[in-house]
């Protein structure tokens, strides 16, 4: 989940507010991004990705706004870089593991080509009927092959049969953070050479740096350890190249080479 707040409960800073203050608003479960600065993170949406984000996009990120769990969407600006990275890998043949109202799916259907297909797994399929209206508006729910419920016995089944094995690009995981290790050791053998992973939620609220008696909200302090311990394994993967980015709430991009 990205953690992310509403542009109505989200706030500048005033010309009378200190450093201290802002940093503190910054720790904030719920912001947006990393970005020490509100009016440059919101320069960044008005300038790049409000403008080109399309309108079925947009009228689901207002939808889930208004979602008692909107701090588990992803970020517009993360939607817009996964749009962009699906077309810059020319990826057909994908899977998202965590789809809650579908905005991360949505910027995929619409990145793939009229054919392209996704495997989506969520153990919510109420959330997913949620924007499910505005996905089959945009015209791309034809892509989209929905299953409820865990994910790991589908990847087991996936896995089970070697013909699975190097046939996705791409693959995006948004899901439980405490079981991000055990996708990865399957979707390491599913995802194709030269095809990506993405994992979101890698700076975890940036609680990956804060020492371990910093005041933490439970759920971040629960999973903070989980997403240490991906982040140390995927640094020392030989099989795959990375790269971390501060987007939305820090994303991993894994490239499988061998």
Not at 39 to 50: A, G, K, N, P, W
Not at 63 to 86: C, R, Y
Not at 132 to 140: N, Q, R, T
Request: with cysteine; glycine share 6%.
């Amino acid at each position: 989940m990205a953690t992310t707040t509403t542009e109505a409960t989200k706030t500048s800073p005033t010309n009378g507010e200190d450093r201290q203050s802002q940093n503190l608003r910054h720790q904030e479960v719920g912001h947006k991004s990393l970005l020490q600065s509100d009016d440059l993170y919101q320069y960044i949406l008005e300038t790049s990705v409000y403008p080109r984000e399309p309108e079925s996009m947009k009228e689901l990120r207002e939808v889930t706004a208004k979602h008692p769990w909107n701090i588990m969407t992803t970020s517009a600006d993360e939607g817009q870089f996964l749009n962009m990275l699906i077309k810059l890998v020319n990826a057909k043949n994908t899977m998202e593991i965590g789809v809650y109202t579908g905005y991360s799916l949505l910027a995929t259907a619409l990145a793939l080509p009229e054919d392209g297909k996704i495997l989506a797994m969520d153990v919510n399929r109420e959330n997913y009927e949620l924007g499910l209206p505005i996905i089959e508006k945009a015209g791309v729910a034809h892509k989209i092959d929905f299953r409820e419920g865990p994910a790991l016995p589908v990847l087991d089944e996936l896995v089970a049969d070697e013909k699975n094995h190097g046939t996705y690009d791409f693959i995006f995981v948004d899901a439980d953070k405490d079981n991000y290790i055990n996708y990865h050791k399957r979707l390491i053998d599913l995802v194709k050479v030269g095809g990506v992973i993405g994992y979101d939620n890698t700076l975890w609220n940036g609680s990956v740096v804060a020492p371990p008696d910093a005041p933490m909200r439970k759920y971040v302090r629960y999973y903070r350890d989980f997403v240490l311990e991906l982040n140390k394994a995927l640094a020392a993967d030989p099989r795959i190249e990375i790269c971390m980015l501060p987007v939305g709430d820090g994303i991993t991009i894994c490239r499988r080479i061998n």
